[in-house]
């Protein structure tokens, strides 16, 4: 198992859906910055996804360009 903790910025506001049997998925997009040589920063976008609703309580506080740190498990894109 992989796991990874991202530290950025929401660069939306959180997404909220249903899947077809009546799960819920909430998206966030997240903006991270790294650093290459001395004046250059490039921008990594980061796909998140929390499925059902156990963060229901906190996701409701955030919102575009909120600070956020996410730690859970990180899957190869299908």
Do not use: C
């Not at 903006?31 to 001395?38: E, M, S």
């Amino acid at each position: 198992m992989n796991f990874i903790n991202i530290a950025g910025r929401l660069g939306a506001d959180p997404e909220v859906r249903f899947t077809s049997s009546g799960k819920k998925v909430t998206t966030l997009r997240v903006a991270t910055r790294t650093r290459r040589g001395q004046n250059n920063d490039d921008t990594i976008w980061w796909r998140v996804t929390v499925w059902g609703e156990q963060y229901d309580k906190m996701i409701s506080f955030l919102k575009k360009g909120s600070p956020v740190v996410v730690f859970g498990e990180l899957h190869k894109p299908e």
